[in-house]
Antibody
Framework: EVQLLESGGGLVQPGGSLRLSCAGSGFTFRNYAMNWVRQAPGKGLEWVSSISGSGGSTYYADSVAGRFTVSRDDSSDTLHLQMDILRTEDTAIYYC???????WGQGTLVTV | QAVVTQEPSVTVSPGGTVTFTCDSSTGAVTTDHSPYWFQQKPGQAPKALLYDTLNKHSWTPARFSGSLLGGRAALTLSGAQPEDEAEYYCLLSYSGVRPWVFGGGTKLTVL
């Protein structure tokens, strides 16, 4: 069974930083592209970032480019999202999503 | 960046059929956009329903189907059940450095 467990969310001041992690299990982590998707309170889904299976390619939404950095550690089956220069509009539930958006974690709440 | 548009809300009677659509500001939606569809119920994480226009996951109920319709991606629900009441989102793929864009979602009421 595929499982994705996000951690690292919390309350942070504007301008601050936070690092989210996502532990994957039940699948061959290194073979899958991974994604972050967020959802602001009462709003729709917003794609945030993706990283290829090799980690060689990364992609970011305009709203976070230059402030967020996605990375992966295939030795520990973990995805990370380093979030810097946080803004109030970054307040959202952040979901870790595996592969072609088939498998979703339960999300972690970030409040700025 | 492209804008993906969905109907804000739709209502269907139990047992009825409803179609959700997904429109791209860049022009007609094609198989190159690899349309995805997701269902989200209140307080839950989204759940994947379809990928690459019409392909179902192993857990996707047979009453859901996908297609391209008049330059849009479409999700059809045939034989709506009360448990299908949820928000439905589409996701389109674009070439370039901003490869994914979600639609704003459609709230389905089964009434």
């Amino acid at each position: 069974e595929v499982q994705l467990l996000e951690s690292g969310g919390g309350l942070v001041q504007p301008g601050g930083s936070l690092r989210l992690s996502c532990a994957g299990s039940g699948f061959t982590f290194r073979n899958y592209a991974m994604n972050w998707v967020r959802q602001a309170p009462g709003k729709g889904l917003e794609w945030v970032s993706s990283i290829s299976g090799s980690g060689g390619s990364t992609y970011y939404a305009d709203s976070v480019a230059g402030r967020f950095t996605v990375s992966r550690d295939d030795s520990s089956d973990t995805l990370h999202l380093q979030m810097d220069i946080l803004r109030t509009e970054d307040t959202a539930i952040y979901y870790c999503v595996a592969g072609s958006f088939a498998f979703w974690g339960q999300g972690t709440l970030v409040t700025v | 960046q492209a804008v993906v548009t969905q109907e804000p809300s739709v209502t269907v009677s139990p047992g009825g059929t409803v179609t959700f659509t997904c429109d791209s500001s860049t022009g007609a939606v094609t198989t190159d956009h690899s349309p995805y569809w997701f269902q989200q119920k209140p307080g839950q994480a989204p759940k994947a329903l379809l990928y690459d226009t019409l392909n179902k996951h192993s857990w996707t109920p047979a009453r859901f189907s996908g297609s391209l319709l008049g330059g849009r991606a479409a999700l059809t629900l045939s034989g709506a059940q009360p448990e299908d009441e949820a928000e439905y989102y589409c996701l389109l793929s674009y070439s370039g450095v901003r490869p994914w864009v979600f639609g704003g979602g459609t709230k389905l009421t089964v009434l």
